[in-house]
T-cell receptor
C-alpha cells in the first residue's frame, strides 16, 4: 500500500537557520502531496500542497517540490523563526478516491531556539 | 474557507461516563469525515472513516461499541466515547473532505482537536 517516510527528528535549529525536512513516498498512482503543521495543543493545519510532478507548493516561507523521479517532497525554509516550532507531517492522498484517508508520515518535531 | 470545528475543545469526565464530541464542517459539505486519536508526541492514529448516512468503517483494533460514530448530516459527525476509562484519555481530532469534489487535491481539513481526560 501507499506509505510516507519522513525524518523523525527532533530537529533543533537556531533562529534564521536553513530548514530541510525530508519526505519520501511510495504510491501506486499519482498522489497529491501535502505538508501539515501542528502547533502545540492544536489540530493540524494545511501548510502547502502539490498535485503533480514538478509542482512547487509554498506558504509562509516554506516550500516543497513534488519530485516524481525521486518520489520525494522535502520541506524547506530559508530562515526559520521561533514561531515555526511545531510538528510537521508529510502526507499523501489518492486524488481518485474520496473515501481513502490521507497517509501520514510519523511527523518531525522542530524546535527553533533564539 | 474549508473550516472544521470541534466541540468541546477539552473535557474532563469521571470514569464510566460517556462523552460526545462534535465535528462540524462550517462552510462546505463533508460526505466523508475521519476520526483520529493522537497520543503525546506521536503521530495521528486513524480510528474510523464515516460517510454521511451510512455506518462508519473502523480501523482494526478500534472497538466500535466503545467509540460510537454518527454522521447524520453533511456537516456534522459525532464521536461518543462510551463508558470512558482513564486509558481513553487522549487528543481526538476529526477531519473532513469536501464532498463536492471541487478540490483536485483531495485534501483533508482538520478540526482543532478535543482533549479528553478521564479521571
Amino acid at each position: 500500500g501507499d506509505s510516507v517516510t519522513q525524518m523523525e527528528g527532533p530537529v533543533t535549529l537556531s533562529e534564521e537557520a536553513f530548514l530541510t525536512i525530508n519526505c519520501t513516498y511510495t504510491a501506486t498512482g499519482y498522489p497529491s502531496l501535502f505538508w501539515y503543521v501542528q502547533y502545540p495543543g492544536e489540530g493540524l493545519q494545511l501548510l502547502l500542497k502539490a498535485t503533480k510532478a514538478d509542482d512547487k507548493g509554498s506558504n509562509k516561507g516554506f516550500e516543497a517540490t513534488y519530485r516524481k523521479e525521486t518520489t520525494s517532497f522535502h520541506l524547506e525554509k530559508g530562515s526559520v523563526q521561533v514561531s515555526d516550532s511545531a510538528v510537521y507531517f508529510c502526507a499523501l492522498s489518492d486524488p481518485t478516491s474520496g473515501n481513502t484517508p490521507l497517509v501520514f508520515g510519523k511527523g518531525t518535531r522542530l524546535s527553533v531556539i533564539a | 474557507g474549508a473550516v472544521v470545528s470541534q466541540h468541546p475543545s477539552w473535557v474532563i469526565c469521571k470514569s464510566g461516563t460517556s462523552v460526545k464530541i462534535e465535528c462540524r464542517s462550517l462552510d462546505f459539505q463533508a460526505t466523508t469525515m475521519f476520526w483520529y486519536r493522537q497520543f503525546p508526541k506521536q503521530s495521528l492514529m486513524l480510528m474510523a472513516t464515516s460517510n454521511e448516512g451510512s455506518k462508519a468503517t473502523y480501523e482494526q483494533g478500534v472497538e466500535k461499541d466503545k467509540f460510537l460514530i454518527n454522521h447524520a448530516s453533511l456537516t456534522l459527525s459525532t464521536l461518543t466515547v462510551t463508558s470512558a476509562h482513564p486509558e481513553d484519555s487522549s487528543f481526538y481530532i476529526c477531519s473532513a473532505r469536501d464532498g463536492a469534489g471541487t478540490s483536485r487535491y483531495n485534501e483533508q481539513f482538520f478540526g482543532p482537536g478535543t482533549r479528553l481526560t478521564v479521571l
